[in-house]
């Protein structure tokens, strides 16, 4: 099927959308001009979620693990009938499978339940937050600066292409690493709202969403915490009130994730303390083959939000430590904390740094507005400052295009994910059928009730199988 067709049509949509968007906001219609962002940024999300098939690293590992909660909610598998010897050392191998935290394979289950398994329910929470994100990110922006920040981040933020093709699974971490960087923003919005109403009750949800998030991707998700902490300095500047009320967020954050951590001790020790020495080690080891230098994550920087994104970085850093504005810090710490530990950490892979995103849009819309408006002071220089500050929007729109790949005529179901789908409802699609030597073994127990592994064991052990009643097939 011809899908550039479609992507014509979606970048018209687009095309029409985002410029109404803009001419709304220089209207003063905030509503409709956030509304617009949300329908084209999710338009966008779901035609790049529209592949009928799993993506190798690691969409389809989420995907399998999350398809087997839904038979038991708390006991998250990979291989749930093994019928060969599993061993927890290896993440793509074994029964219990600890190596992510649970809130992410949650939402996928849920999402699984409701609209059945396959490929496109995996990655409906993924497309659901990053859509509520964009109004997150406006009224974050709009609270720490103005409307006109706040519009151009949550613009950003709706055709940033590394959100959206994480949303659709096609990049290594995806989905865990949606959620996560979506609980670290909600908890962000979540001590904007305490600071506009001094309410309690956003801060004890500023817990729940680190909490969340921790069930996400472990304890990074601290970073929210002196953000909320400089926020709420700036209402109240009763330092013992602030360290009350932080130690109230931290025990609640505590409540919402060590109730897991204790189950899967006690009930998984082995594994359990495999994978927290696991995590431990990214900070000194290159695991999984996934080295890199220091400055990998500021060399990405380019490719995911524009090459100019080092000026509105390094012009924003130096505007902070020279006034100190306390939102400056916020958004800093929120940039710079990420980017220095995961650079200094071994074990480097881009989604790492995702959760940092949100500062980055806002560093960068900040640039936008601050040089357009200051452009009529640079006299016959007035135009290259307009390019530039233009640029700073256009180069992450190329990026999104070439992402979401709207000019391509992508392969939405490759020919071995048609021939899985072929043994759905046959007579092998049973637990009793055993497949071996196939180069998709975890697609194929996806979308089967089959077992299927990627390696042929002895020529013993499959008459050991076959004995036991197994239906053993071996690919040649």
Not at 344 to 365: D, E, S, V
Request: glycine residues 4%; charged residues 15%.
């Amino acid at each position: 099927m011809n899908y550039i067709f479609q992507g014509i049509l979606l970048a018209a949509f687009c095309i029409a959308g985002y410029g109404y968007a803009f001419r709304s906001m220089a209207r003063n219609k905030e509503a409709m001009a956030i509304m617009l962002l949300m329908a084209c940024g999710l338009a966008l999300r779901i035609y790049t979620a529209s592949d009928l098939y799993l993506h190798a690293w690691d969409e389809r590992y989420h995907a399998l693990v999350a398809k087997n909660m839904l038979k038991h909610f708390f006991l998250p598998t990979l291989y749930d009938n093994s019928v060969l010897a599993t061993d927890y050392h290896y993440w793509t191998l074994g029964h219990v499978w600890l190596h992510k935290q649970p809130v992410p394979l949650w939402l996928i289950a849920i999402s699984l339940k409701v609209f059945g398994v396959n490929a496109i329910a995996v990655r409906i929470p993924s497309i659901i937050m990053t859509t509520i994100g964009i109004k997150l990110m406006f009224d974050i922006g709009k609270h720490l600066y103005n409307s006109r920040v706040a519009f151009v981040s949550a613009f950003l933020y709706s055709i940033s292409g590394i959100l959206i093709e994480m949303s659709a699974g096609r990049i290594a971490t995806d989905h865990p690493e949606v959620a996560f960087a979506f609980f670290i923003l909600l908890g962000v919005w979540y001590s904007v709202r305490h600071a506009q109403t001094g309410k309690l009750l956003y801060t004890i949800l500023t817990g729940v969403a680190i909490g969340l998030a921790i069930l996400c991707k472990w304890l990074p998700a601290l970073i929210v915490l002196p953000l909320w902490a400089l926020l709420a300095y700036q209402r109240d500047r009763s330092l013992r009130r602030i360290l009350l009320q932080g130690f109230m967020v931290l025990i609640v954050a505590a409540a919402v994730s060590l109730p897991w951590q204790l189950y899967i001790i006690h009930n998984f020790h082995e594994q359990a303390a495999w994978e927290y020495a696991f995590n431990a080690r990214h900070i000194t080891e290159p695991l999984d083959g996934n080295g890199a230098p220091f400055w990998f994550f500021f060399d990405r920087l380019r490719i995911d939000y524009g090459e100019l994104i080092y000026l509105p970085v390094v012009w924003f850093t130096y505007i902070t430590i020279r006034t100190r504005e306390w939102n400056d810090m916020a958004v800093s710490i929120w940039f710079w904390v990420p980017y220095l530990f995961f650079s200094i950490a071994a074990t480097k892979m881009n989604g790492y740094t995702l959760f940092a995103a949100p500062a980055i849009f806002l560093i960068t819309a900040n640039g936008f507005v601050v040089l357009k408006d200051r452009a009529s002071d640079l006299g016959k220089y007035r135009w290259l400052a307009m390019v530039i500050a233009w640029l700073f929007i256009l180069l992450p729109v190329r990026y999104s295009i070439e992402r979401v790949k709207l000019f391509q005529d992508v392969e939405r179901q490759p020919d071995w994910a048609t021939d899985i789908q072929k043994l759905k409802g046959t007579s092998l699609d049973n637990e009793k059928t055993v497949l071996f030597n196939t180069q998709h073994p975890v697609e194929t127990m996806f979308s089967t009730k089959m077992t299927a592994y990627e390696h042929t064991p002895p020529a013993d052990t499959l008459e050991t199988l076959k004995k036991e009643g197994y239906n053993v097939i071996v690919l040649k």
